[in-house]
C-alpha cells in the first residue's frame, strides 16, 4: 500500500464583518454590500413607501428591491437624487391581536380520545 501527500494552498478572503469567501469577487460583492447598505436601504424603503407595500408583501418585495437597487448602484447608477418618501400604511398588528384573541377563548380540547380512554 502506498500513499502520495499533496500539499493544497486554500485562499480565503476575509471582510471586514468578518465573513469568509473563497472567491474574491463574491468578496467583493459583500463587502461593496456592506459599505452601501445605508444608501440602498434609503431608496428601497423610498420605493415600498411610494407603493404603499404592507405586512407580508412588503418583506417579500423587499428583498427583491434591495438586490435591484444594489446591481444599480455597483452598475455606476447615481441615486443619491432619490428623495425619501414617508411612511403612510403600516403592518396590520390588529389582525395578530384578535387572532391570539380568538384562541385564548376557544374552549380547551377534550383530552380523551374517541373510544373514552384518558390520553394524558
Known amino acids: ?5 499533496k500539499a493544497v494552498q486554500v485562499q480565503v478572503i476575509t471582510t471586514s464583518d468578518g465573513k469568509e469567501f473563497s472567491s474574491m469577487e463574491e468578496a467583493q460583492a459583500h463587502q461593496f454590500a456592506i459599505e ?7 431608496v428601497v424603503d423610498s ?4 407603493r404603499g407595500m404592507k405586512n407580508r408583501n412588503r418583506k417579500q418585495k423587499e428583498g427583491v428591491a434591495s438586490d435591484v437597487i444594489g446591481f444599480l448602484i455597483s452598475q455606476g447608477v447615481d441615486l443619491s437624487g432619490v428623495k425619501a418618501v414617508e411612511r403612510t400604511v403600516f403592518d396590520d398588528v390588529v389582525e395578530k ?14 383530552p380523551t380520545s374517541s373510544d373514552g380512554k384518558e390520553l394524558f
Open 97 to 110: 391581536a384578535e387572532a391570539t384573541a380568538t384562541d385564548a377563548t376557544e374552549a380547551p380540547a377534550d
Open 47 to 50: 420605493y415600498l413607501n411610494t
Open 1 to 5: 500500500m502506498s500513499f502520495e501527500l
Open 36 to 42: 452601501n447598505a445605508e444608501a440602498i436601504s434609503g
